[in-house]
């Protein structure tokens, strides 16, 4: 699997490094964020993208794979526990072998919004062999935003070391 960073190319000179965040490593968002990339991992066909971005007020991050994209009729109830995709009938889905309870992803959805995220669960619309402008055959989407003040160290020193962790 390749994982593409956004970062490369024309777009790093449009980053300014030095305002980037520095968030609190709290095991919530580790494990959560882990789950979602091992998710888009195990559907895509070969590639995983991954973008963070953030501005003055939030902070997101954006995982998506070149799969099949998330079932129509159950995108409305991801992250819901025990939603199971053998109850649905879509052929080319089930070609994938993949046979979750929805657990995984209900577990990461929890910790992620104990951490103050939204997420929002979505396909692209670009159809596959079309050719995008920054990202072809893009299917299934999560972004997780958080408001920034809820999970960014402000009082950080890169010549000290990290201040410890607090819960909020």
Known sequence: ILFAHEWQGSILDDIHLKDQPNVYRRPEIIHGIRNLVQNAVDFAQST???RVDWRNDNISVKISDDGF??????LG?????????KAYKNLERNLQKYEGMGLGLFIAKTLLERTGAKLSFS?????KGDIAKEISSESAIVRVTWPRNLIEITDFDANKPLPANTKN
Request: charged share 25%; no cysteine.
């Open 48 to 50: 995983v993208w991954i």
């Open 69 to 74: 994209g998330f079932p129509s009729e159950i």
């Open 77 to 85: 109830r991801l992250g819901d526990p025990f939603v199971n995709k």
């Open 123 to 127: 396909n692209s619309k670009t159809k």
